[in-house]
């Protein structure tokens, strides 16, 4: 069975990018984009696009907005030690439940949380995004 050439014509890609952007944000689900990456790369570029997933991801986590966040008690954050807060650390050392309201210091705060530290905890890492 051939394929007409009429049939080969990719409309959403010969679109000035905000239409076919707008046109690919009626997509509801992150399956379906990860889909629309596979079809050829200007479809790709489209479905990659920040913006798209930034509105599923508010959609699909808008009932999580009330949460507060917090670092898990159970990961490495040595490697994240200067660029948390000291009022993170003590959050970290109370959710490890460690005694910490003695510690004065930066210095022995970082300490007690190097020491307590979880056995075979995930290494904590910083994407900067």
């Known amino acids: 069975m051939s394929v007409k ?4 014509f990719d409309i959403i890609s010969n679109l000035p990018y905000e239409i076919a952007l707008r046109i690919l944000s009626n997509i509801r689900t992150a399956k379906l984009l990860c889909r629309c990456t596979l079809v050829n ?5 489209l479905a ?4 798209l997933w930034k509105e599923l991801c508010r959609k699909k986590w808008a009932s999580k907005k009330h949460m507060k966040l ?6 490495d954050y040595s490697n994240l030690i200067e ?31 190097k020491e307590t530290r979880p056995p ?3 290494k904590g890492s910083w994407t900067g995004k």
């Open 5 to 8: 050439n009429e049939e080969l």
């Open 41 to 45: 790369k200007s479809w790709n570029k």
């Open 48 to 51: 990659n696009d920040d913006l």
């Open 70 to 75: 917090e670092l898990h008690p159970r990961v």
């Open 83 to 113: 660029s948390l807060s000291i009022k993170e650390m003590k959050n970290i050392l109370e959710r490890r439940q460690v005694l910490y309201k003695l510690l004065l210091e930066k210095r022995e705060i970082v300490a007690r949380l």
């Open 120 to 122: 075979d905890s995930p």
